[in-house]
């Protein structure tokens, strides 16, 4: 776990967080480059997804507070503020009512899938949305560096928050450790 203190855009861009909503649901995030986040979902209504490569806003508010915002080929929007130095974030999800009741249709490596996930968005229906607003504790936090493919690369398995929790998952360059 990283101890460093944010102060500057630069010092968030390249860093990978695991996190856990007020809900419970558990998810791991990271700020690939200054337009470009990749995640992974380990717990909650749709745990098993993961994408890489989503195209993102990113601002920093004031210094060490940060602000993320997307909209994905599912149609869910999403907003992230990040609070790394309180180790805290608020995330809200916006999904779109078919997520909410086909959540397993999102539930694999969206990357491979963006037809799919396109044509449910047509074929289903959009509203009411369901509005996720929650406050996350921040459980690991590491200095990936940017444009690392290593952090976000295969599909979540049980353990794998407390694998990297751990210092299991990665080396001492950020690579993945058994790839
Ligand atoms: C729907 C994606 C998503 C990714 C990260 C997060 O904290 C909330 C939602």
Redesign the pocket.
Known sequence: MTEKTFKTLADFLGTHFI?TYANGWE?E?YAKNDHTVD?R?HGGM?AGRW?TDQAADIVMLTAGVYKISWT?PTG?D?A?DFMPNEKK?H?T?FFPKWVEEHPEITVTYQNEHITLMEESREKYETYPKLVVPEF?NITYMGAAGQNNEDVISEAPYANMPDDIRNGKYFDENYHRINK
């Open positions: 996190y998810y995030w995640y979902i749709v994408v994905e869910t999403v992230l974030l995330g999800i996350a």
